[in-house]
Every structure is written in C-alpha cells, then in structure tokens.
C-alpha cells in the first residue's frame, strides 16, 4: 500500500533559518524506503504549542494525510512542547509506539528516558513524535517502522485489525 505521510518540524531557529532541518531529511528517507510513503507535506514551525497544533490538524483535517511524523520538542527544555501541542489535538493514544521508541533508544543512550514523546491518532490519521536529532529521530523511528503500514491500514480501514 501507498501511504501519505506529513513530515512537522518544531525548531524555533529552524523557522527562523538559522539552522538546517537534517532530521527531517533522515525521516523523508525512511518512510518512502521503508514503509512506501510519498511526503507531500513538509512544514517547519517555531516551538509554539498553537502553531504545532494548527498545523497537525491542518495536515490530519484538511489534507488528510494518512502520517505525520513530528520531530523536535519531545525534551525537557523550557521550549519543548510539541508533546502538549500533540496531546491538544490528538482523539486517542497510542502509547505503545512510545514505549518501544523509549525502551529500544535507552540501550544507546540513558537520556532516551526524558523522551517525553508520544503517538496518538486524530481521526485517520496517525502522529508520532520524535526527537529533534538525526541519530534520535533514525533510532527512534527504526524501532517501530516495521509496525507502521499494519497501524496505518488499520486505522484507515484497508485491513482489519486480525488480518496478518
């Protein structure tokens, strides 16, 4: 199955151009490689729970992508708070790609147990938080790619949830 996936940077000085989105490059490649998803939205915005918020429901509502993958936000930083922002518009969570993003990544860094990140759905669509680095976000995203396209046609209806 081909699947529509939205790609969300939270960085205050990536909106402002100071800083290369790297990590969302990582997360472009893995998901057409790995998952066979096509990107058709990419979007950078500053560390501001209404902008994040306004644009996961944009993606999900209006362009209906099937994924939305965050990266940046997920620490414990002052400014990270695209957990929250997630959280505010997400209908039901899915903690167990969380679980498995943190329990995998602790086995490479103790810091993976202040990841604060979280999945959820809204309607059909899925939302992943990851963490703001390129090596976070391809550890992160490796543990639970192989899960995605079963999630993702479930939630979507193109596979029921016993099939496979």
Partial sequence: ???RAAILTASDRGSRGEREDTSAQ??????????NGEI????????????????????????KVDLIITCGGTGLGPRDITPEA????????????????????IHKTRRAMLSRAICGTRGKTLIINLPGSPKGVSEN????????????????GKESEHSM
């Fill in 26 to 35: 990582v997360i472009r490649e893995l998901v057409e490689e790995e998952i």
């Fill in 141 to 156: 995203l490796a543990a639970i790619i192989d899960m995605l396209p079963h999630a993702l046609a479930i939630l979507t």
């Fill in 1 to 3: 199955m081909h699947w």
């Fill in 86 to 105: 997630t959280q505010l518009v997400i209908d039901r969570l899915v903690p167990g790609l969380a679980e498995v993003m943190r329990a995998t990544s």
């Fill in 40 to 63: 058709i939205e990419y979007r950078i915005v500053p560390d501001e729970v209404d902008e994040i918020a306004s644009a996961l429901i944009e993606m999900a509502d209006v362009i």
